[in-house]
């Protein structure tokens, strides 16, 4: 059964930075691309960043480019999501996302 379970979450000021984690489970890790989303209140869910399978190549939306980087641990089978310079638009839950299996997500509110 495949599981992703975010986590770290919170409530931070503009300008700080935070660490997002999705820990994996039920299939293998470097087998498919993985994912974070993130939806606002009232807007539709939305994709963040990617990081591809076996390269590791990664991809950022253009609003999180330069600020997020996205990087795995194989051996935790663990996705991070590291985010810097945060601003009061990237307030949203977060979510992780692998094939057609999504995380419950994890708040992420940050005040201006």
């Known amino acids: 059964e495949v599981q992703l379970v975010e986590s770290g979450g919170a409530m931070v000021q503009a300008g700080g930075s935070l660490r997002l984690s999705c820990a994996a489970s039920?299939?293998?890790?470097?087998?498919?691309?993985i994912a974070w989303f993130r939806q606002a209140p009232g807007k539709e869910r939305e994709g963040v960043s990617c990081?591809?399978?076996?390269?590791?190549?990664?991809y950022y939306a253009d609003s999180v480019k330069s600020r997020f980087t996205i990087f795995k641990d194989t051996r935790k089978n663990t996705l991070y999501l590291h985010m810097n310079l945060l601003e009061p638009e990237d307030t949203a839950v977060y979510f992780c996302?692998?094939?057609?299996?999504w995380g419950q997500g994890t708040q992420l509110t940050v005040s201006s």
């Open positions: 996302n692998v094939d057609v299996y």
């Open positions: 990081i591809s399978s076996i390269h590791g190549r990664t």
């Open positions: 039920g299939f293998t890790f470097d087998d498919y691309a």
